[in-house]
């Protein structure tokens, strides 16, 4: 397994504004993901943030709402842009490894836009 | 459009029973599945993986998959009131360039009455 840092663990932010969330692993991982969970939803995979490239974002979610970062193999950062309410969610990092193996997620970052 | 589908619930049951929560896949080509616990407010939790078809048993949990029938359940035994939760089914692989991340079920909220 490993240690998943996030922060921050909760904000509320003013509408127009960005956030950055960061995730941060105490071992080298292969994979990083960001998801977001929505109130009383299950959930939903953003992007998988790619090591040294640009991120690759799911059907439904762009780069300029969500830019990605991953410099190395132990941290990645999301940001929440041009927030609005509909953005008020929970935002997941998961980390895996290359193959057929589970994946662990951060404590969560609980966002309310306001 | 790759689904993951899990009767939402609530499943209510007494203290000591046997809990049954179901989950089935929509692509033939999934090759690892897992059961995560989320407790209201907190991140998801591994609790079990399962490659093969068959059971696994770890403690009071069993998994089950049914690959021909695209089926994973899981068994939790002598039910406590601490397992009281929301029970997240998740499938990884097979879902073309975004191998490796997880697609998760809706979860189906999980109620053991004392």
């Known amino acids: 397994s490993a240690v998943i840092s996030q922060k921050p663990s909760r904000d509320i932010c003013q509408r127009g504004t960005s956030l950055t969330i960061q995730c941060q692993v105490d071992s080298q991982v292969t994979m990083m993901f960001w998801y977001r969970q929505q109130p009383g939803q299950s959930l939903t995979l953003i992007a998988t943030a790619n090591q040294g490239s640009e991120a690759t974002y799911e059907s439904g979610f762009v780069i300029d709402k969500f830019p990605i970062s991953r410099p190395n193999l132990t941290f990645s950062t999301l940001t929440v842009s041009n927030m609005s309410p509909e953005d008020s969610s929970i935002y997941l990092c998961s980390v895996s490894w290359q193959g057929n193996t589970e994946a662990f997620f951060g404590q969560g970052t609980r966002l309310t836009v306001v | ?114």
């Open chain 2, 1 to 114: 459009q790759k689904e993951v589908e899990q009767n939402s619930g609530p499943l209510s049951v007494p203290e000591g029973a046997i809990a049954s929560l179901n989950c089935t896949y929509s692509d033939r080509g999934s090759q690892s599945f897992f059961w995560y616990r989320q407790y209201s407010g907190k991140s998801p939790e591994l609790i079990m993986f399962i490659y093969s078809n068959g059971d696994k048993e770890d403690g009071r949990f069993t998994a089950q998959l049914n690959k021909a029938s695209q089926y994973v359940s899981l068994l939790i035994r002598d039910s406590q009131p601490s397992d009281s939760a929301t029970y997240l089914c998740a499938v990884k692989g097979g879902y073309g360039g975004s191998q490796g991340n997880l697609i998760f079920g809706k979860g189906t909220k999980l109620s053991v009455k004392p």
